[in-house]
């Protein structure tokens, strides 16, 4: 039987600093904020910017997570009770206004199904 290798994927989130622990916060998002939303980056120079433009540098920290631990977190956060994952937040966009890049958080897991079919059925396991 072959491995399968898929290339690693990096994502960033924003994670409470000198703590063993990976503890995120959320937000109140949606129309009337009655609705939870965590944030993703996907380049670790957009989580910094975030983080030094909302002045959290002393209690917050950029966290990398490699593809798996971004699902787990991802699972994590939908069992957690959270609605919404803001992508890429811009916090000078959001602070005058502006709409961020924003998804149903079940909606994003439900799509990994066709990625993760893909994946499997892509490969040749007869080797």
Not at 39 to 58: C, D, I, M, N, P
């Amino acid at each position: 039987m072959s491995s399968v290798s898929a290339p690693s994927v990096q994502f960033f989130v924003l994670a409470k600093k000198d703590t063993p622990d990976l503890i995120t916060s959320c937000f109140n998002a949606g129309r009337d904020g009655d609705q939870e939303a965590i944030l993703v980056f996907t380049g670790e120079l957009k989580a910094r910017r975030y983080l030094q433009s909302a002045e959290w540098l002393t209690t917050e920290t950029v966290a990398e997570l490699q593809s798996a631990a971004l699902l787990r977190w991802l699972v994590a956060a939908v069992d957690a009770g959270v609605d919404l994952v803001v992508i890429d937040p811009d916090r000078i966009h959001q602070q005058d206004g502006m709409p961020q890049n924003v998804m149903p958080l079940q909606d994003l897991l439900n799509g990994l199904g066709p990625a993760i079919r893909d994946l499997l059925t892509a490969r040749d396991f007869s080797e």
